[in-house]
C-alpha cells in the first residue's frame, strides 16, 4: 500500500505550536508511507489540487491529512480522494488542531504528539477496506409536529412544493403561541390577521393532513423512511360531524372550566372551541370538567347538538404514518411565575404574566379588549411591567436570556397607552435587547413618544398596599431604591423549552441542551438540521425566537427537507456494523443496548443470530464494546483497527 | 418521640427578652423538648460582630459548638437549639464556614480546642413545626385565641438567606402562620412579613428604625390586626420598645402590642398572664385581651 500524509500549517492555528515540517519528515519514517510534505491550507483549493497531484504521482492507495476536526472537513477531503479515483474510505484524518495545537503551548511536546497521532492515523489506513455505499428509497412525506407559527411556515412551504404534509399538534387548535397575540412588534400589526389566513391555508391545502389534538407515541426508522405513530387523543365529539356552530357551547351548565386558551383569565364551558378562528373549528370536552364525563349526569350537548356529533364513549386512537423527513417545531413555554415567591404571582391576583396582559388586550379575549384588573374589574392606571422575569437569572435556572421579553414589554407599554392615554407605564429592565430589523427604533418609541418610564434594576418584592401594589425596586442608573404603587403589575416571563420536550426528543433520537431546547447539528452552519438524518427543527423549540425568525427557520427547515426530497434515492452510509455469523452465539447483548433499535435477532439455520439493520444503525460501536465474543465490528473501526492505533501508540 | 436538644438561650433571653427565653421553656416543656442548656455558654457576638471580622465570629459561635460537642458526646442530643433568629444565624453560618479546611483550622487555634460542629442547628419554632408537627399543638391548646386577629412578623433572617437556613419558603414563609392558626386565632396575610425592621441599627441609626419597623407597623394596621406575633428578639423590641419613638417620628398613633408566639402559645395553653410574662411588654395588651375575652363571654 502507498500511502501519502499531508500535514496542514492551518495558518498559524497549527503551525504556531507544531513544527509541521518535522511532522511530515517523522511520517516518512512510518511504514509503507511513500510521501509526505506539510501544506499551508489543505482544505483550499490549491491544498486540495495537492492531494489529488500527489495521489497520481506517487501512485497513492490511500491519504492520511493531519489537521483539523473532522467533523468540518472529513467529508471534504473523502470527495477529494473521490476526484483522483480513489475509494473515499482510504482515508483517515489526524485532528492535530482541537487535540494537539489548541490544547498545547509547548512546541517540542506538540511535535511530538502530533507525530504520535499522525502514526495512529497511518496503522489504522493501513488496515482500511475499500466501502461502498449503497442506496435506498425514500419516501417523500413528511411530518411537521408542533402548530405553531413555525410549524405552518413549514408545513405550507412542504405541501406548496408538492409534498405530502402531516401536520400533529397536541392543543385542538393550530396557531401556538402567536395565536394568543393581541398585536406584534414591529409593526404593530393584528397578530391573528396575519395568522389567521395561513392556518386557514393549512386546514384547505389538499397536500396537509392535519392531526390536532394529538402527539407523537413513537418514531421508528431512518432517514427517508420513519414510522412515526401518532396518538390522537379523544375529543368526545365526532369531529367529521361536528360543524363547529357553536350550539353545545352555548347551552353546556359547567360555566367554571378553566379556559386555557385566554391563560386561565376568564372560564369557558366544559365542551368549548378555543377561539373563534380556531383551526379546525370543531368543538371538544375537558374531560376533567365535564359533568357527564365526571359524574355521569348531563349530556345537554348531545342533546342539543343538530348533528348529533357528540361520543361520551370515545377513545384515544393511534395510527401510524410512514414519513421521510420530520420537522420539529413544538415552540417554548413560558416560565411559572410562581417560583418568584417575592413577586406573589399566583398570591396575589393582579400580579400576572405578559401572556395573560396580551389576552386582556385582545379583542377577542376575555374582556373583549378592554383592559381590566382581575381582581375587580377597574381600569389600571399605573402599570409596572418587570422584565427578564425567569430570565437571565442564575438562582432560578434559567441563565439565558429569553430574546423577546424586551420587545414584548414595549409594545404592550405602547399599546397600554393607545387603550388607555391617561395610563402610566413603568418599566424594569435590566438592559434592552433589541437587535432585530426596527427594533431599537420600537423601544426607543415605547420610550419616547409613548412615555413609558423605564427604569434599570430588578425589582426586589412587590406588597399589596391600600388596594393596590407597591413595586420595591433599584434604579441602578441612579443608584437609589425605588417605590412604585401600581394598580396592575406584568410579569414579563420569560420562555423555557416546551413540557415534554425531552421526552419527544429522546423519541427522534436528537439532543437537547440542559434546557430541554433541542441542539441544531453545528451551531453556525448547521441551524436547522439535527444530529440525526432527515429530522430538521423549526422556531422556539431550539431556543427562544420572535416569530420572524422562527418563520425564517420554518422556511429553512422546509428547504432542507425539499433538498433531501430532490432525489429518489439516498445514498447509505457503509460505516456500519455488521455481524460474523460464525461468531454470533445469538445472546442479544448487542440488541439490548444499541439506542438506535438497529439490531435485530433473526433465526439464522434454526439458531438464533444477530443482524444489522443497516440502514438504522449509526455507526456509534456500542454493539461491538458490548459483544462477548467480538462478532459484531463496526466496518472501518474495525476491533483491528482500534488496536493497531493502540499498539502504535503504547508498543 | 422524645426530643432532648442542647438549648442556647442566647444573651437577649437572659435580659431584654426574658419573656421570650421564659415562654420557650414553658412551650418546649409542655411539648416534652427536653432542653439542656448549654453550661457557661457565652455571646455570640450577635448582630455586629460578622460585619466586623469573620474570624472572630467564628471563634465566638465555635467555643459554645464545643460545649455542645462535649455535651454531645456524654448524652444524645438531637441538636442545638435556639430562639433567636439571630443566634441562629450566627450558629449556622458557622456551621457551614467551617466546612472549608482552612477556616476550620484557624478558628481551632484561636478557640484553643478541636471541634466537630456536626450537630444539626435548628431554631425552637422550626424544631416545634418540623420536628415535632403543628399537630402536637393541638393537644396543648385549651383556651384557644378565638377572635384574635394577629399577622405573624418573621422578620429577615428566620428563614434567610436559604442556602443556610435551609428552613421554610424564604419569601413567603408559612410556620408561624400555620402554628397561630393551630392555637386558634385568626391569621392574617401579612405582606411584610420578612421585611426587616432595622435590626440593631436602633442604637445609631434611629430614623432607619422609624422608617423600616414604622413600616411593618402600618401594614400591620392596614391589614386590620389586633396585633403582631414574632419570633425575634430584636424586631419584637423595635416594634415594641420602640414603638412611641416611631410614633413620634412618623406622627402615627400605633398602640399594637407585640407577642412573641410562645407567649400565645402559653395563653392558650392557659398558662395565664403572669407566668407568660405578658406584664414584660412595652404595649400593654391587656386592653386587648381584655376585650376579647368580654366578647367571647358575651358570645358564649
Ligand atoms: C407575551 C408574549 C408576546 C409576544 N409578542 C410577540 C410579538 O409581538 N412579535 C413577535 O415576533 N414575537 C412575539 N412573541 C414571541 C412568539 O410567541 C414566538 O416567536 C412564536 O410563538 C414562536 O413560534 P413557534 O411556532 O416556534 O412556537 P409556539 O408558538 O410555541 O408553537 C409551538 C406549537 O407546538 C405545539 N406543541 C408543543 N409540544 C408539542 C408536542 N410534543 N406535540 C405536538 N405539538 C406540540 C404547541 O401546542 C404549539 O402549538 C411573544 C411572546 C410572548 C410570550
Ligand atoms: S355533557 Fe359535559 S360537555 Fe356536554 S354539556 Fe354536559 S358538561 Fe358540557
Ligand atoms: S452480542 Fe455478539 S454474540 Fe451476542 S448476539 Fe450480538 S453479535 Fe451475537
Known amino acids: 500500500m502507498n500511502i501519502g500524509v499531508f500535514v496542514c500549517h492551518c495558518g498559524s492555528n497549527i503551525a504556531g505550536t507544531v513544527d509541521t515540517e518535522a ?35 506517487y501512485d497513492l492507495d490511500g491519504v492520511v491529512v493531519a489537521s483539523c476536526t473532522p467533523r468540518m472537513h472529513e467529508a471534504t477531503f473523502r470527495r477529494t480522494l473521490e476526484r483522483a479515483g480513489l475509494n473515499k474510505y482510504m482515508f483517515e484524518m489526524a485532528n492535530i488542531r482541537e487535540h494537539v495545537s489548541w490544547v498545547g503551548k509547548d512546541k517540542e511536546a506538540n511535535t511530538r504528539k502530533a507525530g504520535e497521532l499522525v502514526h495512529m492515523a497511518v496503522e489504522k489506513l493501513r488496515r482500511n ?6 442506496e435506498f428509497e425514500i419516501n417523500k412525506r413528511v411530518m411537521v409536529i408542533g402548530g405553531g407559527v413555525a410549524g405552518i411556515q413549514a408545513a405550507l412551504d412542504c405541501a406548496d412544493g408538492g409534498l405530502e404534509v402531516i401536520l400533529v399538534e397536541r392543543e385542538p387548535s393550530i396557531g401556538g403561541k402567536m395565536s394568543k397575540l393581541d398585536k406584534t412588534f414591529p409593526t404593530v400589526d393584528c397578530s391573528s390577521c396575519i395568522l389567521g389566513p395561513k392556518m386557514v391555508d393549512v386546514a384547505q391545502h389538499p397536500n396537509i393532513t392535519l392531526y390536532t389534538l394529538s402527539e407523537v407515541d413513537s418514531v421508528k426508522g431512518f432517514v427517508g423512511n420513519f414510522d412515526v405513530t401518532v396518538r390522537r387523543k379523544a375529543a368526545y365529539v365526532d369531529w367529521d360531524a361536528c360543524t363547529g356552530c357553536g350550539e353545545c357551547t352555548t347551552k353546556c351548565p359547567s360555566k367554571k372550566t378553566p379556559d386555557r386558551f385566554n391563560e386561565f383569565i376568564g372560564t369557558t364551558t366544559a365542551i368549548n372551541i378555543p377561539f373563534p378562528q380556531a383551526i379546525p373549528k370543531k368543538a371538544s370536552i375537558n374531560a376533567d370538567a365535564c359533568i357527564k364525563l365526571t359524574k355521569g349526569k348531563c349530556g345537554v350537548c348531545a342533546k342539543v347538538c343538530p348533528t348529533e356529533a357528540i361520543r361520551f364513549d370515545q377513545q384515544d386512537e393511534l395510527v401510524t404514518e410512514q414519513v421521510g423527513a420530520i420537522i420539529a417545531a413544538t415552540g417554548y413555554d413560558l416560565f411559572d411565575f410562581t417560583k418568584y415567591g417575592e413577586y406573589g404571582g399566583g398570591r396575589y391576583p393582579d400580579v400576572i404574566t405578559s401572556m395573560q396582559y396580551e389576552r386582556l388586550l385582545s379583542a377577542s379575549g376575555p374582556t373583549e379588549g378592554h383592559i381590566k384588573r382581575p381582581s375587580d374589574g377597574a381600569e389600571p392606571k399605573d402599570i409596572v411591567f418587570i422584565q427578564c422575569v425567569g430570565s437571565r437569572d442564575k438562582s432560578i435556572g434559567r441563565p439565558y436570556c429569553s430574546g423577546f421579553c424586551c420587545m414584548y414589554t414595549a409594545k404592550q407599554t405602547i399599546l397600554t397607552k393607545d387603550h388607555m392615554p391617561d395610563s402610566q407605564s413603568y418599566v424594569f429592565y435590566m438592559d434592552i435587547r433589541a437587535p432585530g430589523k426596527n427594533y431599537d427604533e420600537f423601544t426607543r418609541r415605547a420610550m419616547e413618544e409613548y412615555g413609558a418610564r423605564y427604569i434599570r434594576g430588578r425589582v426586589s418584592a412587590i406588597q399589596p398596599k391600600n388596594g393596590r401594589y407597591l413595586v420595591k425596586g433599584a434604579d441602578t442608573l441612579l443608584g437609589q431604591q425605588v417605590e412604585i404603587e401600581a394598580d396592575l403589575v406584568v410579569l ?19 439532543s437537547y441542551d440542559p434546557y430541554g431546547f433541542f441542539l441544531e447539528g453545528h451551531p453556525k452552519l448547521k441551524p436547522v438540521e439535527t444530529n440525526t438524518a432527515g429530522i430538521y427543527l423549526a422556531g422556539s423549540c431550539q431556543g427562544p425566537k420572535d416569530i420572524p425568525s422562527s418563520v425564517a427557520q420554518g422556511d429553512a427547515a422546509a428547504a432542507k427537507v425539499l433538498a433531501l426530497f430532490s432525489k429518489d434515492k439516498l445514498a447509505s452510509d457503509p460505516q456500519v456494523s455488521g455481524v460474523k455469523l460464525v461468531r454470533c452465539i445469538g445472546c442479544g447483548k448487542c440488541e439490548s443496548v444499541c439506542p438506535f433499535g438497529a439490531i435485530e435477532m433473526i433465526d439464522f439455520r434454526g439458531m438464533t443470530k444477530a443482524s444489522v439493520i443497516e440502514t438504522v444503525c449509526q455507526g456509534c460501536g456500542v454493539c461491538t464494546a458490548a459483544c462477548p465474543q467480538g462478532a459484531i465490528q463496526l466496518s472501518h473501526f474495525t476491533d483491528n483497527q482500534i488496536l493497531a492505533e493502540v499498539n502504535t501508540l503504547c508498543l | 418521640m422524645s426530643l432532648s436538644y442542647a438549648y442556647y438561650p442566647g444573651c437577649s433571653g437572659l435580659g431584654t427578652s426574658l419573656e421570650y427565653d421564659t415562654s420557650t421553656r414553658a412551650l418546649c416543656r409542655s411539648l416534652g423538648i427536653e432542653l439542656v442548656e448549654i453550661p457557661d455558654w457565652n455571646c455570640c457576638g450577635s448582630t455586629p460582630a460578622h460585619a466586623v471580622d469573620h474570624l472572630l465570629s467564628a471563634c465566638l459561635v465555635g467555643r459554645n459548638l464545643g460545649i455542645a460537642d462535649d455535651m454531645a458526646e456524654e448524652r444524645k442530643l438531637d441538636g442545638i437549639i435556639t430562639p433567636c433568629p439571630s443566634c441562629l444565624k450566627n450558629l449556622k453560618t458557622t456551621q457551614h464556614r467551617l466546612a472549608d479546611p482552612e477556616f476550620h483550622r484557624k478558628v481551632e487555634l484561636v478557640v484553643g480546642r478541636t471541634l466537630k460542629a456536626e450537630l444539626p442547628i435548628k431554631s425552637v419554632l422550626q424544631v416545634v413545626v418540623e420536628d415535632l408537627g403543628i399537630q402536637a399543638l393541638a393537644k396543648l391548646v385549651k383556651e384557644p385565641l378565638k377572635g384574635l386577629k394577629v399577622v405573624p412578623y418573621y422578620g429577615c433572617i428566620m428563614v434567610r438567606p436559604p442556602q443556610i437556613m435551609q428552613f421554610d419558603d424564604p419569601e413567603n414563609p408559612m410556620a408561624l402562620d400555620n402554628l397561630l392558626a393551630e392555637l386558634g386565632a385568626e391569621v392574617l396575610p401579612f405582606p411584610l412579613k420578612t421585611d426587616c425592621c432595622g435590626a440593631s441599627l436602633g442604637t445609631t441609626r434611629k430614623d432607619v428604625i422609624a422608617k423600616l419597623s414604622g413600616r411593618v407597623l402600618d401594614a400591620a394596621e392596614e391589614a386590620g390586626a389586633d396585633a403582631i406575633v414574632t419570633a425575634c428578639p430584636l424586631c419584637q423590641m423595635n416594634l415594641d420598645m420602640r414603638q412611641s419613638q416611631i410614633n413620634r417620628a412618623n406622627h402615627s398613633g400605633h398602640n399594637m402590642p407585640v407577642f412573641y408566639y410562645s407567649q400565645l402559645a402559653g395563653l392558650a395553653a392557659g398558662q395565664g398572664e403572669t407566668s407568660t410574662m405578658l406584664d414584660k411588654l412595652c404595649v400593654s395588651p391587656r386592653p386587648l385581651l381584655a376585650a376579647l375575652a368580654g366578647h367571647t363571654g358575651e358570645g358564649a
Open chain 1, 23 to 57: 511532522v511530515a519528515k517523522a511520517a516518512l519514517g512510518f511504514r509503507e508511507v511513500v510521501f509526505a510534505t506539510d501544506t499551508m491550507y489543505a482544505c483550499s483549493e490549491p491544498g486540495q489540487a495537492g492531494i489529488v497531484d500527489a495521489i497520481k504521482e
Open chain 1, 129 to 134: 477496506d475499500y466501502l461502498q455505499a449503497g
Open chain 1, 492 to 510: 414579563a416571563v420569560g420562555a423555557e423549552a416546551a413540557k415534554g420536550a425531552g421526552e419527544l426528543a429522546e423519541k427522534l433520537r436528537i
